[in-house]
């Protein structure tokens, strides 16, 4: 039998709520110690861990005895304290939703935490995990003999609301292109295998919140955009997003080209938001199109009802749980997703950000020295 593994938990929000579902499905874990501020959202939480503890502060959360490890799923603009908290107090392992960070002064003291912290800690990029991109990870280095370009192209849905509204305002989230695209930025350093040098990108707020008001201020975050991004290999890529765009079949598309082919992985948006009008939600795929002999050849890599019904982001968050338990069981060495990668993910989501804004190119020197 595997050693139970008892989680503590830092936010209960949407997301965190997702996390706990994932976890109730991971066979010898449970939830021991919640912290939740809000009271409707801690309550919420009961229902999908209800032998939890609900505890009043981090403080007190790391009192806990039986904690085995520590999920921190709170505002993106709480990480770095909280972990810094955890160093001080209890250094178990943990895994810290994305991104790891929102300012650019936080990048030496996350350095030094990195250089300090004795637990391994895990950055949830869960893009990593859903199955068509884990198929497309697999397989694209022998499909195009060494990936020379790489597009990512998110159509989604805005920003849902969150506790609060902290997520309407880049001070909160470290704007969109942190928040949201750190994601495909570690996608493109985990394809390319190289470091990135360079960002040149284009966007803005054309659409989305621009109606809405909290005490007197209008939302700031942008809904779309285009970064590319030189790596030092010599390759390249381009992420094209676009936040009012849920009407797609597909939410997002990646592909991958070198010199002996292209492929492709179309992973669906939520179930939940598919029109029933339109019937069963798409399925995803994976497409290979090798220059001789001519493909494309499709396939299609569906994911577990009971684990995709758990959460918005096609099984991953499940499958890295998994990963996170193996890694706390003492079954891996490191973790998948460490704290360099979580690290250079916001930085080069900085340098779009700062690259729309300066209407310039960007080095990632600039915010490394």
Same mark, same amino acid.
């Given at each position: 039998?595997?050693?139970?593994?008892?989680?503590?938990?830092?936010?209960?929000?949407?997301?965190?709520?997702?996390? #706990?579902?994932?976890?109730? #499905?991971?066979?010898?874990?449970?939830?021991?110690?919640?912290?939740?501020?809000?009271?409707?959202?801690?309550?919420?939480?009961?229902?999908?861990?209800?032998?939890?503890?609900?505890?009043?502060?981090?403080?007190?959360?790391?009192?806990?005895?039986?904690?085995?490890?520590?999920?921190? !799923?709170?505002?993106?603009?709480?990480?770095?304290?909280?972990?810094?908290? $955890?160093?001080?107090?209890?250094?178990?392992?943990?895994?810290?939703?994305?991104?790891?960070?929102?300012?650019?002064?936080?990048?030496?003291?996350?350095?030094?935490?990195?250089?300090?912290? *004795?637990?391994?800690?895990?950055?949830?990029?869960?893009?990593?995990?859903?199955?068509?991109?884990?198929?497309?990870?697999?397989?694209?280095?022998?499909? +195009?003999?060494?990936?020379?370009? #790489? +597009?990512?192209?998110?159509?989604?849905?805005?920003?849902? &609301?969150?506790?609060?509204?902290?997520?309407?305002?880049?001070?909160?989230?470290?704007?969109?292109?942190?928040?949201?695209?750190?994601?495909?930025?570690?996608?493109?350093?985990?394809?390319?295998?190289?470091? *990135?040098?360079?960002?040149?990108?284009?966007?803005?707020?054309?659409?989305?919140?621009?109606?809405?008001?909290?005490?007197?201020?209008? %939302?700031?975050?942008?809904?779309?955009?285009? !970064?590319?991004?030189?790596?030092?290999?010599?390759?390249?890529?381009?992420?094209?997003?676009?936040?009012?765009?849920?009407?797609?079949?597909? @939410?997002?598309?990646?592909?991958?080209?070198?010199?002996?082919?292209?492929?492709?992985?179309?992973?669906?948006?939520? =179930?939940?938001?598919? %029109?029933?009008?339109?019937?069963?939600? *798409?399925?995803?795929?994976? $497409? !290979?199109? &090798?220059?001789?002999?001519?493909?494309?050849?499709?396939?299609?890599? *569906?994911?577990?009802?009971? $684990?995709?019904?758990?959460?918005?982001?096609?099984?991953?968050?499940?499958?890295?749980?998994? =990963?996170?338990?193996?890694? !706390?069981?003492?079954?891996?060495?490191?973790?998948?997703?460490?704290?360099?990668?979580?690290?250079?993910?916001?930085?080069?989501?900085?340098?779009? @950000?700062?690259?729309?804004?300066?209407?310039?190119?960007?080095? $990632?020197?600039?915010?490394?020295?």
């Amino acid at each position: 039998m595997a050693k139970l593994v008892n989680y503590g938990v830092i936010g209960c929000g949407m997301m965190g709520q997702e996390h #706990l579902r994932n976890i109730a #499905l991971l066979p010898d874990t449970r939830v021991s110690a919640i912290f939740e501020p809000d009271a409707g959202m801690a309550a919420e939480a009961l229902n999908f861990a209800p032998d939890a503890e609900l505890v009043p502060s981090i403080d007190a959360l790391l009192e806990v005895a039986d904690l085995d490890c520590l999920l921190i !799923v709170s505002p993106n603009f709480r990480h770095v304290e909280q972990l810094e908290a $955890i160093a001080a107090k209890r250094p178990l392992p943990v895994l810290v939703e994305k991104p790891l960070f929102t300012d650019p002064d936080h990048v030496t003291r996350m350095e030094a935490f990195q250089q300090s912290y *004795p637990a391994p800690v895990w950055v949830a990029m869960e893009y990593r995990y859903m199955p068509p991109i884990a198929a497309f990870l697999k397989d694209a280095a022998a499909s +195009t003999g060494g990936v020379k370009m #790489l +597009t990512i192209r998110e159509h989604r849905f805005p920003f849902l &609301p969150k506790v609060g509204d902290w997520n309407r305002f880049n001070r909160n989230t470290g704007g969109t292109f942190v928040e949201k695209c750190c994601h495909f930025f570690d996608l493109m350093r985990l394809v390319i295998g190289a470091e *990135p040098v360079r960002v040149m990108a284009s966007g803005g707020q054309d659409v989305n919140h621009l109606d809405e008001t909290y005490d007197g201020e209008t %939302p700031d975050i942008f809904d779309n955009g285009y !970064v590319i991004v030189d790596f030092a290999s010599g390759a390249r890529a381009i992420l094209e997003l676009c936040m009012f765009a849920e009407g797609a079949r597909y @939410q997002e598309e990646v592909s991958a080209v070198g010199p002996l082919g292209k492929i492709e992985a179309l992973v669906p948006g939520p =179930g939940r938001f598919w %029109p029933d009008h339109l019937g069963a939600p *798409p399925v995803p795929q994976v $497409i !290979v199109s &090798p220059r001789s002999p001519k493909g494309p050849y499709v396939r299609e890599v *569906p994911v577990d009802p009971t $684990i995709l019904d758990a959460g918005d982001h096609n099984g991953s968050t499940f499958y890295q749980h998994q =990963g996170f338990v193996d890694l !706390v069981r003492g079954n891996r060495d490191a973790a998948d997703v460490g704290l360099h990668d979580g690290l250079i993910s916001v930085i080069m989501g900085m340098a779009a @950000q700062r690259s729309m804004t300066e209407h310039r190119a960007v080095r $990632i020197d600039e915010f490394t020295g």
